[in-house]
């Protein structure tokens, strides 16, 4: 254990004096890394034996074995208390990689497209790419520019194709994990694949939980893509499906903690269940900086879930028009010609989908000052991703 501080702590040095000279902020953060691994180590005493010799004298047999086993489960317990801090630590600690550039050329020289329909669609990835980094250089010009394995966590992986996907709940990721799996070779169609199966069956590797090495490879050689929607519709999509209809993770989990802090007079049942969310009152929650349970990844930013300003993403598509997107890069990845983006709707198949009617439905019940907080809120998604503010009043 020792041994392998010291070498962490040699190699990280090295790194530092070779490739972060010129930022002191990361240099320093990675030194009191492994300054902590050391301290760490030198906290874990090391029990020899000599130090239970003399108290083990004068003790009988069954005192002597009651004495061993409690220095081997405190040996035990500190040893894997150590190991839970180091991987914790580890896991924090920044990814020594540049900030990856575009790892695919989507429209070669020598590409034929006698119709003119892919260049079209590749000049629109090029405005939308170059908007998303002004945004990023405007913005978060001082921002961090190491990436760890946090901020791949949501990205999953398709290694036959050599695809990276970031993961937008509520901008159709159900339908492109399916895409993926297909892709993979792990499902013969898409409408083969159930919703559950889709979101808990592990059948697609996520980025993070690839070595350091594995995750670099792949962020500088595959082809990145993203998939966004506009935020307020997206939102209220989040709404709709997570506190309208029967759940039970959001009722009891953001509901109950919902209605006792933002509904005067709730009920007994409310109170009980976590049922009946209203839309003023989820706003509320979203808006407070001390709300009672945390973020979720329905209704958290782009920005932050996928972390556009540190991931140069290839190929940014948008939910809105997602027929045209999707078709466009499965013609570039070279997919098989009979596999199309899926059109079903994915749950309460009955239900309309969430529109800009819809979504002005809603957002109608919100006060101005709401509306604008909310905007403000997914300010840097609106810039980001070039949509226009939703109400005429916001400034």
């Excluded at 010291?6 to 300054?35: M, P, R, W």
């Excluded at 600690?93 to 079209?120: F, H, Q």
């Excluded at 919703?195 to 993070?208: A, E, F, P, Q, S």
């Excluded at 979720?296 to 997107?325: A, N, T």
Aim: with cysteine; aromatic share 12%; proline share 4%.
């Amino acid at each position: 254990l020792s041994t392998f501080c010291h070498l962490l702590h040699k190699t990280l040095s090295f790194v530092l004096k070779k490739d972060c000279t010129s930022n002191n902020q990361y240099g320093t953060s990675i030194e009191a890394a492994a300054k902590q691994l050391l301290n760490i180590n030198q906290d874990v005493p090391s029990y020899p034996p000599y130090q239970y010799l003399a108290s083990l004298h004068s003790t009988s047999r069954r005192q002597k074995k009651n004495i061993f086993l409690r220095r081997d489960n405190k040996i035990y317990a500190e040893k894997k208390l150590l190991k839970k801090r180091k991987h914790f630590l580890l896991k924090e600690t920044p990814i020594l990689m540049p900030l990856n550039g575009s790892a695919v050329d989507l429209m070669p020289s020598d590409y034929e497209d006698s119709s003119g329909k892919w260049k079209k669609l590749y000049a629109v990835q090029m405005q939308r790419k170059k908007l998303m980094q002004d945004i990023c250089l405007k913005y978060k010009s001082g921002s961090r520019r190491i990436i760890t394995p946090y901020h791949v966590s949501r990205i999953f992986v398709e290694d036959k194709h050599k695809i990276l996907y970031c993961e937008v709940p509520k901008a159709g990721c159900s339908n492109w994990k399916r895409v993926l799996m297909v892709l993979n070779g792990l499902a013969s169609s898409t409408k083969d694949i159930q919703h559950n199966t889709v979101h808990y069956g592990n059948y697609l590797k996520r980025l993070d939980s690839f070595d350091r090495k594995g995750i670099f490879n792949r962020l500088n050689t595959y082809m990145k893509m993203i998939f966004v929607r506009e935020p307020f519709e997206r939102l209220v999509s989040a709404f709709r499906d997570k506190f309208e209809h029967a759940n039970n993770y959001y009722h009891p989990v953001f509901g109950k903690a919902i209605i006792s802090k933002y509904r005067r007079n709730a009920t007994r049942e409310a109170l009980r269940t976590g049922s009946g969310v209203q839309f003023k009152e989820f706003i509320q929650y979203l808006l407070d900086v001390h709300r009672p349970v945390g973020m979720d990844i329905h209704w958290d930013h782009v920005s932050k879930l996928c972390s556009p300003c540190l991931i140069d993403y290839d190929f940014i598509g948008k939910f809105e028009s997602m027929e045209e997107d999707a078709n466009f890069l499965l013609h570039l990845i070279g997919a098989p010609q009979n596999l199309t983006f899926p059109r079903f709707k994915d749950r309460h198949s009955n239900e309309e989908r969430t529109t800009s009617k819809i979504t002005q439905q809603y957002f109608a019940q919100l006060s101005p000052l709401e509306r604008q907080r909310t905007y403000d809120f997914y300010y840097m998604d609106y810039q980001m991703f070039n949509y226009s503010k939703p109400f005429e009043d916001l400034y």
